[in-house]
């Protein structure tokens, strides 16, 4: 990791770089549009692009996301984030065990965990991870996950409780993201609808107020976390 002291992560819209949707453009692109849109958290999700690709695109967009004041996170792979001096990463059950990534990135790296409910939420804060992303939320056809759509119900009851930071993934929209903010949920993770946009951002724009309204309605009724 390049910072000295470890970044918290910025609260509101957290969005994905994600190479498996609008193929034709490169992530350095749809990470450009991105940060013009003032994204303030972009994680770097790379399914499809062979490793080495994967290592020049990961240094190029987390150079274009320090250069942004953003904070860049490498989805499941512990090495490109080192290598690429991301400021941390986010792993799943598939990745390297929270445990693990923390022992490699060191202090100073950001540890983002996938969670189900709040035993996993608990056990996320004992293996040393920073936040948690909760979902899917809503449905979503981005990614083929095991486990039920938790609903917003489901979701702010474990908001309510965890331990760390929530993110919450999977569907979050312009349309629901407000919502799911006034949950008090930290974040709110955006992959197809930020990058399937004609102008993505315009749309990260609009995600990020609509996510700070629904916050802003949370504190005003005390459900801040
Ligand atoms: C913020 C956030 N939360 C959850 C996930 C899902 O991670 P994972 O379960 O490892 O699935 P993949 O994204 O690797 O397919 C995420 N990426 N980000
Ligand atoms: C990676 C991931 N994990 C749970 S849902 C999801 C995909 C989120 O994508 P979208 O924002 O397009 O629903
Ligand atoms: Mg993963």
């Known amino acids: 990791m390049n910072a000295l002291v470890r970044p918290s992560l910025p609260r509101g819209l957290y969005v994905l770089c994600d190479d498996t ?7 350095r692109e749809k990470a450009a549009g991105l940060l013009a849109g003032g994204a303030r958290v972009v994680q770097l999700r790379m399914k499809r692009t062979p490793l080495r690709e994967a290592l020049v695109a990961a240094r190029e967009v987390v150079a274009a996301c320090r250069r942004a004041g953003a904070v860049c996170l490498v989805n499941d792979r512990v090495d490109l984030a080192l290598l690429s001096g991301a400021h941390g990463v986010h792993v799943g059950e598939e990745d390297l065990p929270a445990e693990e990534a923390r022992a490699l990135l060191g202090p100073e790296g950001l540890v983002g965990v996938t969670v189900r409910g709040l035993e996993d939420a608990r056990a996320a804060l004992a293996a040393g991870a920073d936040y948690v992303g909760l979902g899917p939320v809503f449905g979503t ?12 119900g489901g979701f702010a009851a474990v908001v309510r ?3 760390l930071p929530v993110v919450g993934i999977g569907g979050v929209k312009l349309e629901n993201i407000a919502d799911l903010a006034a949950t008090g949920a930290h974040g ?25 309204r629904g916050a802003q309605g949370a504190s005003l009724v005390g459900g801040d976390a």
């Open 21 to 27: 949707l609008r193929p034709e453009l490169s992530l």
């Open 188 to 212: 709110g993770a955006v992959a197809s609808d930020a990058l399937l946009a004609e102008d993505i951002a315009e749309r990260v724009r609009r995600l990020s107020a609509a996510f700070d």
């Open 141 to 152: 056809t981005t990614k083929q996950v095991p486990a039920p759509v938790l609903g917003l």
């Open 161 to 163: 409780a965890s331990p």
